[in-house]
Every structure is written in C-alpha cells, then in structure tokens.
C-alpha cells in the first residue's frame, strides 16, 4: 500500500463525487460531458493506484529486482481510456448534431423547444 | 483440432469483422450482404453450441490458450448458449427487415454506417453473453453501448439525437459503476475471472468494499437494465431510434443487462453469503413492483404508440427482477423464460409499428386511427402480441406470468399473486387504447395509406409474431431450457 495510507482512496472518491455532481448538476451539455470525463478518470486512480508498490519496478524477470508493481490493472485502464476517449468523442460529435438541430446546448431551452414542439404535433 | 472447438471464439469473432469490412468494402448492396452473412452465421454458431452444452455440458475456451483464471476465459453453459439463440436470432430476423424500413428513416449516405454499427452492437451483446471474464463484460458493455448511441442517433427526428446524448450520459456512469464494482471485487480478490472471483470471495466475506461493489454493480446494471428508477433513457431512445434499432434493442439489449445481473448474482456472489449482507431481495422485490405499477400507468397515458411500449417495456422489467427476486429455482425459471418472451414479444411488436410508420407516416394515436381497417393483417399481430403482454393463454405472455405466480404461490406471498394480476390489468388498459384507436375510430381522409409494407418487413415481423403464440403452445424449448438453466445455477455452481 502506499505511503499515506487512504490518501489516494480519498483524491479518487473526490473527483469522483465532483464527476457526477457536474454531469447532474449543470445544464450545459458540454460540461456534462466534462464532468463524465471526470468521472471516469477517478476510476482510472481506482484501479491503478493500488497496484503501485513503492520501489517497485515494473515485472522484469530479473535477479536485481525483486519488488515488482502489479501490470494488471495498467493493462486494464489502457482498455478504458481508449472506451472513455470514444466515448467522449462520440458524446461531442453528438453535441455539434445537436447544436445543427437546436442551435444551443443548453439543456433547458433544448427541452423548451421540443416539448413546445411536441403540442404542436399532437393537435395535427 | 477441428473448427468445431473454435465456436465460442467465432461467435464473437465473425460479426467483429463484418463491422470494419462494411466501413472498407461500402457500396449500395455489399454492407447489407455482409452484415446479414455475419448475423446468420452468429445463429447457426449459436445453434450448434446450444448442441454442444446440451449433449457435453459446459464448454470452457480460452482466448490465445492462457489458461483461466490468467488469461480471458470464454464460458458456455446453457444460459450463455440460450442467451446467444436469443440475440443471434433476433439480429437474424432484424437484420433482413432493417433493409427496407432504413431506406425510408435513414439517409442513404448512412446506410453502411448501420450496417458497421449493428453488427458491432450484435459483436458486443454475443460478447457480454459468452465472456467468462468481469473486464471483458465491461469492454463488450462498451462496445454494444457505443454503437447503440450511434445507431439511435440515425433516427430522422432531431429529438433522436437528444435521446441518444442523454443515453450515452446514463449509460456511461451505469458502464463506470459497473467497471468501479469489478475494480472493487479485483482488489479483494486478485481475479478477473468470473468463477474465480466467486471462489476466493469466501475468503473476504462480509467485508466493505465486497458490499460496495455488489452495491455498485446492482446499480450499474440496474442502469443497463432500465430497472424502475434508472429507465429514463428508455422510452425517448426506443421512440426515436429508426424502427429496426427499436426493435433489436427492445428485444435483446436489456435482456443481456438481465443476463449480467444474473451471471453476477448466481455465479459470482451466491457462492458466498455476500448477499444475505445487504437487503437486496426485499430492495428488487419493492423496485420491479413499482416498475410493474408505475411505468404501466405512464404507459397508459402515451400519445405514441413506441413511446407506450417502451414504457411497458420498462413494466416487463419489472416482471423479470421480481422473478429474480425470489431467489428461488421457479422464481429464476419465471425470469430466464421471460427474457426469451418479451424478448420475442416487443422485438415482434416494435417491427410492426416500424411497418406502421412506414404506411402512416407515424406512430401518434391520432395517426393510426382506424388501423384496422387499413392495414389489417399488421394491427392484428399488433393485437396478439399485445394479448402476450396482458398474458392471455395461447401466447408466451402466459408462460411467463405462470411461473412468475407458481414461484409467488411457492414462496407462501399470496399478495403478490394479486399484485400480479392487477399490473395485468393495467397492460389491459393501454393494449386496448390501441384497439380502439386501430378498429372503433375511422380512418382519417387526409391520410394516404397507399405505400405496401414490402415482403422484407412483414416476413419477420410475422415470423416473430407466430413464434409469440408457437412458444405459447410448445414450451419444451423455453421452459425446459429455463428449468435446466434454474437447476444449473441453483446446483453446481453455487
């Protein structure tokens, strides 16, 4: 475990609160999506920060070295931050479409138009 | 060895590489072809290890031979195989009834794209059914997801886009609960690999970030699942998905969500006395109750046909976690072969009002007034497979609910046998909204149906109708899978 005992623990479970206050919190669709970014990259710290030992070295089979840290769990979050980042992308190319269609980002004015849209429709 | 030993792999794999070749090879005709190859081949490969797993029991194939629990375990047993019949087949049925109905809710231009972006959806589902591993789950989780926001967002509609974008939201912290809960379960356990985890959790029992992590894998998937209060995306991303999206996703997308929650709690967690520690019985027995009762009562109220399914897809949900919730063999039993039922049920019913669109030129109740009379063979199917979701006898709604009020009867709840029918009752109210709409009002005149439903369309669409009243009447696929599915995971491998 490192030194400092839960210290990572806590940074992780910080971003990762103000993560998902943001994507719930905030109207703009952009920053929700910064906010998802957030939240994902807490996980990152999660999986990779108790696979860290101190002085350890990365697994090399070798006598000089003895101590190694887990590559494991850097395996698997190099797995998911390619997910985040097409994730990301995805969420931003769709924000640009919904910009085309809207022009705006903002949530509430997004569902101003659509739901004055929807009794529009309703009557026809 | 022979190719025989390399099915598991190839399920995944084929449709895997249809996806980039629709992108590289393009063309009018070619990514159809394609795709449709990929998808029949997935069902036969799924056939054939259904065979297997019937005749030999469980396969285990490892991926590059490493070895479980080091290297990515692929697992069949007879869930995983019902599971992959079930996806394959719908994408099999989908895939010819998409050509047609995308020509007319899908740009041209984009026509190979969803050809790429079904048949990496279909490669994730397969994937999620058949992986043995808890990280593999997440990136086959990942990968269905990300296709599926694709795929919504091809709907013609701008609000498609804002259903997609709000999808892609939900989704994405439900894939990060789920990856936080794996990490979790990896650091008390050291193992990725799901039978594994199960074994050395005994060790670690009782422990907080084993509570945790069943905390945050039951919401994650929860999310996935559109369990009660987690389904908001659901009913804008079924109403504004072009029809053939709607009716893969309806039929296969949250049932393999069902799947994972099952693979978890059955092969993972009962193992240990993990979840007696929390109150997650009584929790899904209140949570697919008020999905049962809230989401048909909404459903009541649509103006939209897809928007009123959907939400009655939220309400069948709720059928399948009360099963689950019994944590009983029947209870389980009720659960497997519901999957298969409304799977077989909404994925028939959403082709229809893809056809119904496609004629009317909507899915509004005010569109389809006097339905009946103008389009009378698909209002018809509309209506059997509406009586399937009430539960009359004679369709597989039936089945379903039977086992559901055996395994309540068994557990001495008898207040849930009329829970049970009353939410019944309510499918009532909003199937015969359409009834009345479709065959006691006129057909509007400044409507022009003249448009055919062309032969891709309505065979599929019918083949899956007749399939909802054949596994109504012949049980012994379903229900003897579902018992055989019950006693494996309530046996053996607890």
Redesign the interface.
């Known amino acids: 475990m490192i030194s400092g005992g839960h210290f990572t623990y806590f940074i992780t479970i910080f971003l990762?609160i103000a993560g998902?206050f943001l994507?719930i919190a905030r109207g703009n669709?952009i920053k929700?999506l910064i906010g998802?970014g957030i939240?994902?990259t807490s996980?990152y710290l999660?999986?990779i920060a108790?696979g860290k030992l101190v002085g350890g070295t990365a697994p090399i089979l070798s006598p000089e070295f003895t101590i190694y840290s887990n590559p494991?769990?850097h395996v698997?979050i190099l797995?998911?931050i390619v997910?985040g980042v097409?994730?990301l992308a995805?969420?931003l190319a769709?924000?640009v479409?919904?910009r085309e269609?809207?022009d705006t980002i903002e949530e509430d004015e997004?569902l101003a138009v659509?739901s004055a849209h929807e009794t529009e429709?309703?009557t026809? | 060895m022979t190719i025989a030993t390399h099915l598991p792999a190839l399920q995944v794999v084929i449709p895997l590489v249809a996806a980039p070749l629709t992108v590289l090879l393009r063309g009018r005709h070619l990514p159809y072809f394609i795709s449709l190859a990929a998808s029949w081949i997935a069902l036969v490969i799924a056939l054939l290890l259904w065979q297997q797993v019937n005749a030999h029991g469980t396969i285990s194939y490892a991926i590059g031979k490493w070895p479980a629990p080091w290297g990515i375990e692929y697992r069949v047993d007879q869930l995983t195989a019902f599971m992959l019949v079930l996806v394959s087949g719908i994408a099999a049925l989908v895939l010819p009834y998409s050509r047609a109905s995308i020509k007319n809710e899908v740009p041209p231009q984009q026509h190979y794209l969803f050809y790429t972006m079904f048949s990496l959806c279909l490669t994730g589902l397969l994937g999620i059914s058949i992986t043995g591993d808890a990280f593999n789950i997440f990136v086959f989780l990942e990968i269905s997801s990300l296709s599926t926001y694709v795929l919504i967002a091809l709907g013609r509609n701008r609000r498609a886009l804002i259903a997609s974008y709000q999808y892609l939201i939900m989704g994405t912290i439900g894939a990060t609960f789920i990856v936080i809960g794996i990490g979790l379960l990896y650091l008390m356990t050291g193992s990725l690999n799901l039978a594994d985890i199960g074994r050395r959790l005994a060790q670690v029992q009782g422990t907080r970030p084993v509570l945790a992590a069943l905390a945050f894998l039951t919401v994650g998937i929860s999310l996935k699942l559109a369990l009660f209060p987690l389904h908001q995306w659901l009913p804008d991303a079924y109403a504004h998905a072009p029809s053939a999206v709607s009716s893969f996703l309806a039929a296969t997308a949250t049932k393999v969500a069902v799947y994972v929650l099952i693979r978890f709690y059955f092969s993972v967690f009962d193992a240990s006395q993990v979840l007696s520690q929390l109150p997650m019985q009584e929790m899904m027995l209140i949570l697919a109750l008020a999905g049962m009762f809230a989401a048909s009562a909404i459903a009541i109220y649509q103006t939209d046909l897809k928007r009123l399914f959907a939400y009655s897809s939220v309400a069948q949900i709720g059928y399948i976690i009360l099963g689950l919730s019994f944590n009983s063999p029947t209870g389980l039993t009720a659960t497997v072969v519901h999957l298969f039922n409304h799977g077989v049920t909404k994925g028939a019913i959403f082709m229809l009002l893809g056809a119904v669109t496609l004629v009317m030129g909507g899915s509004t109740m005010a569109r389809i007034q006097g339905l009946g009379h103008r389009m009378p063979l698909v209002s018809f199917g509309i209506v059997l497979c509406g009586l399937s979701l009430i539960g009359v006898p004679g369709t597989v709604g039936f089945i379903s609910k039977w086992y559901l009020l055996l395994a309540a009867i068994e557990q001495g709840q008898g207040w849930l046998v009329f829970l049970i029918l009353l939410s019944s009752l309510l499918a009532v109210v909003y199937v015969w909204r359409f009834v009345e709409a479709a065959y006691f009002r006129e057909p509007r005149k400044d409507i022009d149906a003249d448009t055919r439903v062309p032969w891709s369309m309505g065979l599929p669409s019918g083949l899956l109708v007749i399939a909802c009243i054949y596994f109504g009447l012949d049980t012994s696929f379903t229900v003897g899978s579902s018992v055989k599915i019950a006693e494996l995971l309530f046996g053996g491998m607890r």
Do not use: E, H, N, S
């Open positions: 990762m998902l994507v669709l929700k998802l939240f994902q996980v999660l999986y108790p494991l769990p698997l797995t998911a997910v097409a994730t995805l969420g769709l924000v479409r919904i269609a809207y997004i659509d429709v309703q026809t």
